[in-house]
């Protein structure tokens, strides 16, 4: 079945260490996502890419990275540089744009740093 | 830039008791709306979306929602609420400043069924 994976759905790293979430689709869709989502604050966009080796920020990139060099495979860093790194990761993908077709989330990766 | 307001972080109400969820958004075009669902520790799924053609759009599960532009919204409804209804709902819409190549995402609802 095709779908978005994410890996791990639970990440621990020691403050000061950078950390890459993994997400990966098979769904052949060209755009992919990455929100963070924190209580009471919904989901905000980090990045986005309509097209492989391109990609925007979104409204919360301080601190983030990220690549896309294949088409099914879009990995977030979460730097030092967060501020405040521990939250819930969603990575999402849609055939072009999330007006025509529906955004296809992975379940998540909750990352804990201390 | 636009933005979605949900009112009410947390909606409870008894199984088979109508469901209404508020969302309320500020756009200076006429924008596209969403509503997505999230069960607990998974990612969301679309319920329904508003694309300028009927007011009164259907979901998934029963659910609907109408486009009211005099009132800048688009409340999510459901008749009979069912015990498996509970999850968070989010109401999104699109941006037109990058040709609806993007969502932003409502604060969430989270919705509790009782017996």
């Known amino acids: ?114 | 830039a636009q933005s979605v307001t949900q009112l009410g972080s947390h909606v409870s109400v008894s199984e088979g008791a109508l469901v209404l969820l508020r969302c309320n958004y500020s756009s200076s075009v006429p924008p596209y709306l969403f509503w997505y669902v999230q069960y607990p520790n998974q990612g969301l799924q679309l319920l329904l979306k508003y694309t300028s053609a009927a007011t009164l759009v259907k979901g998934i599960n029963g659910f609907e929602a109408e486009f009211k532009k005099s009132e800048t919204s688009f409340h999510l409804t459901k008749p009979s609420a069912h015990m498996s209804d509970a999850a968070e709902y989010f109401c999104a819409v699109s941006d037109p400043e990058t040709s609806g190549s993007r969502l932003t995402f409502g604060e969430g609802t989270q919705l509790t069924v009782n017996p």
């Not at chain 1, 950390?19 to 869709?29: G, I, K, M, R």
């Open chain 1, 1 to 114: 079945d095709g779908g978005i994976t994410q890996s791990p759905k639970y990440l621990f790293r020691k403050e000061g260490q950078n950390v890459t979430l993994s997400c990966e689709q098979n769904l052949n869709h060209d755009a992919m996502y990455w929100y963070r989502q924190d209580p009471g604050q919904g989901l905000r966009l980090i990045y986005y890419s309509q097209i492989v080796n391109d990609f925007q920020k979104g409204d919360i990139a301080e601190g983030y990275s990220v690549s896309r060099e294949k088409k099914e495979s879009f990995p977030l860093t979460v730097t030092s540089a967060q501020k405040n790194p521990t939250a819930f990761y969603l990575c999402a993908s849609s055939i072009f744009s999330p007006i025509t077709s529906p955004l296809h989330f992975g379940n998540g990766t909750r990352l804990t740093v201390t």
